[in-house]
């Protein structure tokens, strides 16, 4: 198609994750898609981490030799210490919608977003906003300095089919940054629905950090 390849986020259950050839599946499937193992991030929610953190340790660390990426889900919802951050190879923060939704009308909400993102950037973790529905909630985040938004403001998810066309197009110019270059990356990223993917588009921002989107 002429694009450049980009992540495919797969989530993960608790169940597929304790499941003793989790990792030979994730390596048979690199295989037969002959998809780049740092193009797969799995994500998994602070729950499953919590469970046999020595396991999961093991786990992750054979993963994370293959080159896969992990991404913490629903992220400052569960009640784990956040010493596993220190261990295990977390690649990107996602934050819990839930913060999100009130950030612009609950200081509380909104410090939990800025600190989350900030702890991100301290451990160099990239970190995605999830749930973003509103204009100003994306200018929040964009003074943050978040990384990533994912939320219906941006798209609703779409089939693999509809992927290519939103590439080629200029369909996210109410994300644009005032004055300021829009430059596309695309990635893939499962979404609830069997067949349905959201895309990732990159928007460049302040704070010397690159911002994306998840359509």
């Known amino acids: 198609t002429g694009h450049r390849a980009g992540v495919v986020a797969v989530n993960v259950s608790a169940l597929q994750f304790r499941e003793a050839q989790f990792v030979e599946t994730v390596r048979r499937v690199l295989k037969e898609t002959q998809l780049p193992a740092p193009l797969l991030e799995l994500e998994v929610t602070e729950s499953v981490l919590m469970h046999g953190p020595d396991t999961v340790a093991a786990t992750l ?38 913060f999100v939704r009130e950030m612009t009308h609950d200081a509380n909400s909104g ?61 996210f110019a109410h994300l644009r940054p005032a004055k300021r270059a829009f430059q596309r990356q695309p990635s893939m990223e499962r979404a609830p629905h069997a067949g349905f993917c959201t895309l990732l588009l990159r928007i460049p921002g302040g704070h010397g950090f690159d911002r994306h989107a998840l359509a």
Do not use: W
């Open 111 to 171: 410090a939990i977003v800025e600190a989350i993102i900030a702890l991100g950037r301290v451990l160099k973790m990239s970190v995605v906003a999830e749930g973003v529905e509103t204009q100003q909630q994306l200018e929040a985040l964009r003074g943050f300095g978040c990384d990533d938004v994912q939320g219906y403001f941006v798209r609703r998810p779409a089939s693999a089919a509809d992927i290519a066309p939103l590439c080629a197009a200029d369909s």
């Open 61 to 98: 660390n054979e993963l994370a030799a293959l080159g896969v990426g992990l991404a913490i889900d629903d992220f400052g919802t569960g009640y784990s210490s956040l010493s596993y951050l220190k261990h295990f190879p977390v690649r990107r923060l996602k934050i819990d919608q839930s």
